[in-house]
C-alpha cells in the first residue's frame, strides 16, 4: 500500500536559516505529491503540490521537487520567518479515481526570532 | 467564503455517550472525508464519501458511522464514545476538477473521559 515517510521533529531554527524537511514515499503508478502546512489551532493548507515526474512544486518562499527515482518530494526553504512556525505534512494521492490522501506523521518547525 | 465549516470546536463526551459532529461545504465539492489527528500519527482517514447517497470506509472506521445524505453535508456519528476516541477530528472536502487537492475545516477537538 501507499505510505509517506517524513523526518522526525520537532525541528527548531533561527529566523532567516535555511530548511529542509525530507519526505519520501512509497506507491503504486503516479502519485501526485503534496505539502500541507498547518498553523497552531488551524486546520490543513495546502501549501503546494507536483503532479508528476521533476514538477516543482512552491509557494511563499516554500519549494519541492518531485523526484521519481529517489521516490522523495524534500520540502525547502531558503531563510525562515517566525511565522512560518507550523506543522508541516507530507501527503500522496495514487491518482486515477482516487481521492484519498496518505499523509505522513507531521513535522513540528519553531522559527525563533 | 465559509469553505469548510466544523462544529463544535470542543466536545467534552463521557464515555458511552453518543454525539454527531456536524461538517459542512458550500463549494460544491463531491467528495468529503474524515480523519482524525493524534500525536506522532499524522492524520488517518475514518470515512469518506464521493457523492450524496454514497458512503466508505477509510482506514479506522471502527466506531464511526457516516452517511451524505446532501452534497452539502457530511456528519460523524459516535454512537458510544470510548477514550480511545480521544482526538482532533478533521472533515475536508476535494473538488472533482482537482480530486486530490483537499480543503480542511478548523477541527473539532474531542475529549472523552
Known amino acids: 500500500g501507499n505510505s509517506v515517510t517524513q523526518m522526525e521533529g520537532p525541528v527548531t531554527l533561527s529566523e532567516e536559516a535555511f530548511l529542509t524537511i525530507n519526505c519520501t514515499y512509497t506507491?503504486?503508478?503516479?502519485?501526485?505529491l503534496f505539502w500541507y502546512v498547518q498553523y497552531p489551532g488551524e486546520g490543513l493548507q495546502l501549501l503546494l503540490k507536483?503532479?508528476?515526474?521533476?514538477d516543482k512544486g512552491s509557494n511563499k518562499g516554500f519549494e519541492a521537487t518531485y523526484r521519481k527515482e529517489t521516490t522523495s518530494f524534500h520540502l525547502e526553504k531558503g531563510s525562515v520567518q517566525v511565522s512560518d512556525s507550523a506543522v508541516y505534512f507530507c501527503?500522496?494521492?495514487?491518482?486515477?479515481?482516487?481521492?484519498?490522501?496518505?499523509f505522513g506523521k507531521g513535522t513540528l518547525l519553531t522559527v525563533n526570532p | 467564503n465559509a469553505g469548510v465549516t466544523q462544529t463544535p470546536k470542543f466536545q467534552v463526551l463521557k464515555t458511552g455517550q453518543s454525539m454527531t459532529l456536524q461538517c459542512a461545504q458550500d463549494?460544491?465539492?463531491?467528495?468529503m472525508s474524515w480523519y482524525r489527528q493524534d500525536p506522532g500519527m499524522g492524520l488517518r482517514l475514518i470515512h469518506y464519501?464521493?457523492?450524496?447517497?454514497?458512503?466508505d470506509q477509510g482506514e479506522v472506521p471502527n466506531g464511526y458511522n457516516v452517511s451524505r445524505s446532501t452534497t452539502e453535508d457530511f456528519p460523524l456519528r459516535l454512537l458510544s464514545a470510548a477514550p480511545s476516541q480521544t482526538s482532533v477530528y478533521f472533515c475536508?472536502?476535494?473538488?472533482?476538477?482537482?480530486?486530490?487537492?483537499?480543503?480542511f475545516g478548523q477541527g473539532t477537538r474531542l475529549t472523552v473521559v
Open positions: 464519501s464521493v457523492g450524496a447517497g454514497i458512503t
Open positions: 501527503a500522496l494521492n495514487s491518482g486515477g479515481s482516487n481521492y484519498k490522501l496518505t
Open positions: 475536508a472536502s476535494s473538488p472533482p476538477r482537482d480530486r486530490a487537492m483537499a480543503f
Open positions: 507536483a503532479t508528476k515526474a521533476d
Open positions: 463549494m460544491n465539492h463531491e467528495y
Open positions: 506507491a503504486t503508478g503516479y502519485p501526485s
